[in-house]
Structures are given as structure tokens and as C-alpha cells.
């Protein structure tokens, strides 16, 4: 007689699938949490990637910061509409205030067209923490806003899709000069112009009418202030409301920000760090994507980890001796710390 064959009983299985779950369950959360610090940690990587090209920069060129009123210069001439290719050129900055090209022409190779440099750049320098896609931006109402090259961005749109979104910027107080440095915006004819062409360019400087006054400052590291106390780039994306939509500017001469600066940290009304709130903020959680913290580079090469309320520090984000210029107690970011108007940045 055969013996009759051992196996689970209904009760033995349901017991088994319940600790399976249960043992499911327990690990999930772990495992998420452990794939998000794994981000975390890569983000950081690139940012001393960019530290590291930033002080290469710095050296060759006479600690100069990398942006609208010095290697943007270059923007001005190579984007002269009618020239029939602007910026074709892979060590010009694809718009005045873009950083990531200055720094990263020498060991890169950057594609030569600027549509697909500037895909290049938002592809091969992402966080892996941002998920989101980004459109073209086109002010309706302003012509000049439309880039003369912006069909081959949309072209580019066409045959490989839509546009990551941006995940680094640069507090733009420290590429834009302050308003005692120049006799005028307008300077004159750029020296590398082609004859005749009357290519012009301005020095762009910080507006005595916003949240701090900065009043003697040229965009050079050694007028920061402090370097390990001076965010040079931090974790942030574009958001322009009120059409509420995730966009990066293409113009190659954008009146503010662009697509690679933005506001700085500690004003409530930052689109990228602002406070919650329906002028600004409405982006913190992607901004703030490391566990509600950001990762940020300072301009002696160091990178940590900040939350956002440390992230709220006034000093970080404006040069040494700019001044807190705000009337309204909504101004200043107040959840966190109070600074009172006239507060003469360290």
C-alpha cells in the first residue's frame, strides 16, 4: 500500500501567506527608504562633480563666477539674432545665466547645437529624484521672449520627447552685480562682435527693490563673503505660476533667472523655495525631495545636507554686506527666523 504523501494543510498555507505579507509589509517601507537615500547620495556626487569643475573654473579665470554679467558675455555675441546658428558653438553658454556650460566645456564634450546642449545638460546632470517633465516656456504676450532658434527646440521636442526638468540652480544675487559697481547698464559695444554688427550688452544688476539690497558686489568668489558659508548651487527646480505648469525658459536672454538661478532660499515668495503659499512654494516638495531637505554645494567645494528650516539662513543665499530690504511682515521667511529690515548680510 502506498503511503498517503505529506503536504500543507489550508490552515499551514494561510499561515505562511500571512507572514509573507506580514514580512512584506516591514520591508517596503525599508527598502523605499533606502532607495531615496541612495538618491540623495547620488545627487550629492554630482553636485561635488560640479564643485570640482567650479574650482577648475575659479582658477582659470581669475575667481570669476560663471554667468550673466561675465562668461554670459559670450551669449550676447553668439546669439546675436541673424547670425543663422546661435550658440552653435559647445563651450558658449546656452542662455546668459547658465553656469553648468562655463564649468563643464573643458573635460565634457557638449553637443554643439544649443537645443541639444541644453537637453545635454537638464539629461546628464538630473537628479534621480526628479520625475517630471518639463515644456518650453514662450511669455505670449512678449515677443522678444521666443528665442530665434526656438524651432529647433521644437523640433527636438518632436523626435526625442519633452524636456527633463531642471534640478540644479544658483542663487542669482551672486551673478547679477550690485548697483554702486557699474556707471550704467549700458556698456557699450562688445569687443568679439563681428564689425558692424552693434552687438550690445549690459550689466545686469541686482534691483534696488527687492527682498535685499545688494549695493557693492561684482560676481567674483573672492566678494562672496565666506565661501564655506555661501550657497554657490542647490538642489531646485523652475516653477512659474500662475499657469501652475513646471517650464524652463530657453530664451538665450532671459530678463530674470533663466532656467539655471533663481530667488534665494530665505524670501517667501521664491517660486523654488518660497513658503507655501499661492506667489510662491508651490514647488517645495520638489525643491525640498531629499526627505524634505535639499542638497547644496558652497562655494569652497564643500556639500551637505540641509533641511529646510536650516536651509532658511539669510546669510546663505546673498553676498557679504547685502542688506535685508523688505516693509512687508510677509516678506522674510518667518516661519523659520525673523530678520529685521536693514539686517546687513555676514
Known amino acids: 500500500m502506498w503511503a498517503g504523501k505529506s503536504g500543507f494543510t489550508l490552515v499551514e498555507l494561510l499561515v505562511v501567506i500571512s507572514i509573507i505579507a506580514l514580512l512584506i509589509s516591514i520591508l517596503l517601507p525599508s527598502l523605499k527608504k533606502a532607495r531615496e537615500q541612495a538618491k540623495g547620495v547620488v545627487c550629492m556626487s554630482t553636485q561635488r562633480g560640479f564643485a570640482n569643475a567650479m574650482q577648475g573654473y575659479f582658477v582659470e579665470n581669475d575667481e570669476w563666477i560663471p554667468g550673466r554679467n561675465t562668461s554670459g558675455m559670450a551669449t550676447w555675441v553668439a546669439g546675436y539674432p541673424g547670425d543663422g546658428s546661435p550658440m552653435a558653438n559647445p563651450t558658449i553658454p546656452v542662455q546668459l545665466y547658465d553656469w553648468m556650460t562655463p564649468i563643464l566645456s573643458n573635460t565634457t564634450a557638449l553637443p554643439v547645437g544649443r537645443a541639444r546642449r541644453f537637453r545635454f545638460l537638464l539629461d546628464h546632470y538630473k537628479c534621480t529624484s526628479v520625475n517630471f517633465k518639463s515644456i518650453l516656456y514662450v511669455d505670449p504676450g512678449d515677443k522678444e521672449e521666443t528665442p530665434v532658434d526656438h524651432d529647433l527646440f521644437v523640433d527636438e521636442v518632436d523626435q526625442r520627447g519633452a524636456f527633463n526638468g531642471i534640478s540644479y540652480l544658483m542663487p542669482v544675487h551672486f551673478q547679477q552685480w550690485g548697483q554702486d559697481t557699474a556707471p550704467g547698464e549700458y556698456i557699450g559695444e562688445h569687443p568679439k562682435a563681428p564689425p558692424g554688427s552693434g552687438v550690445v550688452y549690459w550689466i545686469k544688476r541686482n534691483p534696488p527693490d527687492w527682498e535685499v539690497d545688494v549695493k557693492r558686489y561684482k560676481s567674483r568668489l573672492s566678494q562672496v563673503g565666506t565661501p564655506a558659508e555661501k550657497i554657490c548651487v542647490a538642489d531646485g527646480t523652475r516653477y512659474l505660476p500662475p499657469r501652475k505648469i513646471l517650464d524652463f525658459d530657453h530664451n538665450f536672454k532671459p530678463h530674470w533667472f ?70 512687508r511682515p510677509e516678506d522674510g521667511s518667518t516661519e523659520y527666523a525673523t530678520y529685521e529690515n536693514g539686517y546687513v548680510i555676514r
Open 258 to 327: 533663466g532656467s539655471f538661478t533663481s530667488a534665494g532660499g530665505w524670501w517667501t515668495e521664491s517660486r523654488a523655495y518660497g513658503r507655501r503659499s499661492p506667489s510662491g512654494g508651490a514647488n517645495i516638495p520638489l525643491s525640498y525631495r531629499h526627505r524634505g531637505g535639499i542638497n547644496a554645494m558652497f562655494f569652497d567645494s564643500h556639500v551637505e545636507r540641509l533641511s529646510e528650516k536650516n536651509s532658511r539662513k539669510i546669510d546663505y543665499w546673498y553676498p557679504k554686506g547685502s542688506i535685508a530690504n523688505y516693509d
